[in-house]
């Protein structure tokens, strides 16, 4: 069987970053989370309050893709977390080796909101506008589902395991 990459996509604060850590727990499948691997001048851009831009946002794309390829020679299934916003992102992220299901973590704008404020992260609050201006829905012919994220940990991790069960890939 080839490799399974679930991303797990959404704006910031979705909760992709939880119940990505939950998964993997569960799967043991390799994780990566997508901020590790921005150049510095991502972050200080994004902690300076200024969104990216797509010319920012594609080698950081590259980098995570390569990560997924690297792990797809090994016969090695992962779990990432990374935004995704754009169709385009997503495209460049499925072009490889391997199933690549992309998970969409959904709430509602001030849920979002309120969760970022109480943590220490270099996205802003502030930017969220941004990042919801920026998704794009998955669309017909994208593999992949939404989640809603506004359940406990345990349910949402819950619906994250009945959506990928429907679709065979746990």
């Known amino acids: 069987m080839d490799p399974i990459h679930l991303v797990f996509m959404g704006v ?6 939880t119940a990505a ?13 997508a901020d590790d691997f ?6 200080e851009k994004m902690s ?9 946002r594609w080698p950081w794309l590259r980098k995570l893709r390569a990560w997924m390829d690297k792990n797809s ?11 995704a916003l754009k169709r385009s992102y997503r495209d460049l992220l499925r072009n490889g080796p391997g199933r690549v299901c992309f998970v969409h973590m959904q709430a509602p704008a001030e849920v979002i909101e309120e969760r970022m404020a109480k943590r220490d ?5 502030g ?3 941004s990042q919801f201006d920026t998704l794009e829905d998955l669309e017909e012919g994208e593999d992949g589902f ?10 949402t991790l819950q619906a994250v395991e009945d959506g990928l069960s429907e679709r065979g890939l746990i």
């Open 12 to 17: 910031a604060g979705s909760g992709k970053t």
């Open 21 to 33: 850590e939950g998964l993997a727990a569960k799967l043991g499948w390799p994780e990566a989370e």
């Open 38 to 43: 921005h150049p510095a001048a991502n972050i």
């Open 48 to 56: 300076s309050g200024h969104p990216l831009t797509d010319e920012d």
């Open 73 to 83: 020679e090994q016969n090695s299934s992962t779990i990432v977390t990374c935004s």
């Open 121 to 125: 992260h270099f996205m802003r609050p």
């Open 127 to 129: 930017m969220l506008g």
């Open 146 to 155: 939404t989640v809603s994220a506004l359940g406990t940990k345990e349910e």
